[in-house]
């Protein structure tokens, strides 16, 4: 079992920035991937970019360059930066971890952006 609690959403003007957290209870490393995805009103969830334990991430093409994750191994927390947020970044997004075969993810946190 893993349990992933978020933080660091919240409402922002067009342009604007956010970092959103998660973190695990369990050793980052003992996790095969980590990582967010994001819900929109009336969408399907998709994902926004992933991390392993080595740090190779990969994003979706439409927020490469403005998102980055991280993580600090320390803390097992996977970081979330976003950057020029649009109002097309609205959602809610989630943190997500693959542990032995199995997926979990956190209770989601709200990002609006405000026109």
């Known amino acids: 079992q893993v349990q992933l609690v978020e933080s660091g959403g919240g409402l922002v003007q067009t342009g604007g920035s956010l970092r959103l957290s998660c973190a695990a209870s369990i050793s980052f490393f003992d996790i095969n991937l980590m990582g967010w995805y994001r819900q929109a009103p009336g969408k399907q969830r998709e994902l926004v970019a992933t991390i392993t334990p080595g740090g190779r991430t990969n994003y979706a093409d439409s927020v490469k360059g403005r998102f980055t994750i991280s993580r600090d191994t320390s803390k097992n927390t996977v970081y979330l930066q976003i950057t020029t947020l649009t109002p097309e970044d609205t959602a809610v997004y989630y943190c997500?971890?693959?542990?032995?075969?199995?997926?979990?993810w956190g209770q989601g946190t709200q990002v609006t952006v405000s026109s």
């Open positions: 997500y971890a693959h542990f032995r075969f199995a997926s979990y």
